[in-house]
């Protein structure tokens, strides 16, 4: 066992007067089951109910009275249920939409009884079958795969964490700490955030048997695509699942994923399951230069695979092959990318967070910005880099067409802020603050922004 960052969102809800009934969304496998059984030592009741099973599910579909419902929980769990002292775990609830109806009763009639509920294909569910929670009744989480500092304290590596928890804009992380981070780094983006392989490594720090794991929990996650998605679009999602890690970092054309086999609209469809099922998240294009972002849904978007250990195990990457960046540098950079994006994901625990990146496209030039993020009132860059250089043509081209003049760069090199100036080819001189971060700080990005503005 090791913390999740989302247990303290947890304890806040516990201890809310007016908390409603949670619902704990996320992929299959990221630990939703786990992370709740554990919580659930803070109370003297525990009762969970699966409703993949017959009996479990009839209690709500057989019971139409909210008071012979707790009797019938009572009953099948042989345990009483004492408000405040109570937590009840509805697992699997996208078996039932009886008992999705029932939350709006445990909030409205019994708001002291702690209810959670989690279910890895909800959204799928929803979107096929019409329904949605109780509005204004229900609270959500969202749970993703071990970031990089959980990973961190997974480790144990307590001074480490804390260096780098407490690193401020001025300051300087020596450099062994530098290094040792971006070799953990290294051993990250091999392992990965699934919980299981995380336990893994944790337990006997071998990569074969983490590759062992991997290899089992892509086939397993090809094996799910029967449960919500029809023959011909099984073949559709196992293709898009195989092709995707080789496309992350590039825009994705759907009539390239598919080879020829299928009309690009049906590999957009299988890539949408894909996303509700959040095994895959997109990354929507725009060319806003000032809030708010827009989608540009003409334009092609890009994707960002469940978990970078997934990811860089579908590339048949080592670990050495990682750390001393023997890898082609496409993949090595749209690795970087990986990583950044799935650390902004995970960044936002109450909402399903949307990932944009800005694109020009004109007549004879284009440029790209990795990712664009909406801080402090105003849009702001972000390059990755997988080294400790590169190029910013397209960042210039950016800050030259907005109203910020601030960047910001992830990088392997050490934290530091610059005034830059740069003659841009069309004659304009650029003045800017570029906030260079090494890859690692990315959980940090929004404390950092504001102390370097």
Known sequence: MFKRTLEKKL???????KGKPL???????????????????????FIELNLEKDAHRKIFS???????????IEGVSNKVIVPGKTLLFLDEIQNSIQAIKFLRY????????????????????????????????VDFLYLYPVTF???????????????????????????????KTLNLLADYICVGGMPEAVGEYLATKSFVSIKQYHDALSTSFKEDFAKYASESEVQQLKLIWDKIPYEIGARIKYSR???????????SNAFDILHEAMLIERVHPTTQTAPPLIKKSKYAPKAIYLDIGLCSHSLGLT?????????????????????????????DDYNRKELFFWVREEKGASSEIDYLIQKEGRLIPVEVKSGSQGSLKSLHQFLHRSNTNF????????????EQSVNLPTGHALKYKLLSLPLYLVFRLGELVKQGL
């Open 319 to 347: 670990r050495d092959q990682i750390r001393d960046k023997i890898i082609d540098p496409k993949y090595d950079g749209a690795l970087s990318e990986e990583f950044i994006g799935q650390e902004l994901l995970a960044s």
């Open 407 to 418: 960047g910001i760069r992830f990088y392997t090199g050490e934290t530091k802020i610059e």
């Open 106 to 137: 445990f909030h409205e009639e019994m708001p002291m009884l702690h209810v959670i509920t989690a279910g890895s294909l909800l959204e799928v569910r929803m979107r096929r079958e019409g329904w949605s929670f109780p509005v204004g009744r």
């Open 149 to 179: 500092e959980e990973f961190l304290a997974a480790l144990g590596e307590e001074i480490l964490l804390k260096a780098v928890r407490e690193f401020e804009m001025g300051g300087k992380l020596p450099m062994p700490l530098h290094e």
């Open 23 to 45: 619902v704990i969304r996320g992929a299959r496998q990221t630990g939703k089951t786990t992370l709740i059984r554990n919580f659930a030592k803070q109370y003297e009741v």
């Open 11 to 17: 304890a806040e809800w516990k201890a809310n007067p």
């Open 62 to 72: 057989e019971i139409k009275d909210a008071k012979e419902i707790i009797q019938s």
């Open 257 to 267: 994923l598919s080879g020829g086999n299928y009309q690009a609209r049906q590999m």
